[in-house]
């Protein structure tokens, strides 16, 4: 089955700076990643997603990008800010409104 | 509704009792699916129904878990004979067959 590692487990940085999450896959197969954002004691929500057929997704501050030959997806934020603190968690499937395998979480705490 | 709507939020049982936990998805999601979530860690897949059908059920960790979903709309997870690893965060989610999932808030179970 697919098996999903996201790095860094913990990640602080300053407010304004940028911060990078990295996440890899196992099964080929899997083409469709989203990116998830929980805070404490809440729901994780979708933040961003992108399909195998794209490279890079942006949305304001938050983007992700995915290499298919690497089989590793990243999420970038720029412009951090103290809302931004949460933990992040990656996600693989093989197609979107599928089974969902998720990294184990990045907990970003953005420093004012 | 506007939302996953889960009940209870936190149920506390004795060791060795029953629990049912209940999820209402959003109107006309046809993919419901369930997640356990160990306290920092992210969300693994339990079990996944279309409609009424009970499609995967691989992630269930023991006979002692139950899902069922006769309608096609609302979802019960049945625990049996609850033992203390079985606490964590249960989180329903549900999708259109080409969305990414929206998640409910959870349940918080406690076996004590």
């Known amino acids: 089955g697919e098996n999903v590692e996201q790095h860094p487990s913990t990640l602080s940085v300053q407010e304004g700076d940028s911060a990078v999450i990295k996440c890899t896959y196992s099964?080929?197969?899997?083409?469709?990643f989203p990116w998830y954002k929980q805070e404490l004691g809440k729901r994780p929500q979708l933040i961003i997603d992108?399909?195998?057929?794209?490279g890079e997704k942006k949305d304001q501050r938050i983007a992700v990008t995915l290499n298919k030959t690497a089989k590793h997806f990243s999420l970038h934020i720029t412009e951090t800010q103290p809302e931004d603190s949460a933990v992040y968690f990656c996600?693989?499937?093989?197609?979107?409104?599928?089974?969902?395998?998720f990294g184990e979480g990045t907990q970003l705490t953005v420093n004012p | 509704g506007a939302g996953v709507s889960q009940s209870p939020r936190y149920k506390v049982a004795k060791r060795g009792q029953d629990v049912a936990l209940r999820c209402d998805p959003i109107?006309?999601?046809?993919?419901l699916f369930w997640y356990q979530q160990a306290l920092g860690q992210g969300p693994e897949f339990l079990t996944y129904?279309?409609?009424?059908?009970?499609?995967?059920k691989s992630g269930l960790p023991s006979d002692r878990f139950f899902a069922e979903r006769p309608e096609g709309s609302v979802s019960t997870l049945k625990i049996q004979r609850t033992q203390q690893e079985d606490s964590a965060v249960y989180l329903c989610?549900?999708?259109?067959?080409?969305?990414?999932?929206?998640f409910g808030s959870g349940t918080r179970l406690t076996v004590v």
């Open positions: 989610a549900s999708s259109l067959a080409s969305d990414g999932y929206t």
């Open positions: 099964d080929s197969a899997s083409n469709y």
């Open positions: 992108i399909r195998s057929n794209v």
């Open positions: 996600a693989a499937s093989k197609a979107s409104g599928s089974r969902l395998t």
């Open positions: 109107s006309g999601h046809v993919s």
């Open positions: 129904f279309q409609n009424e059908a009970q499609l995967d």
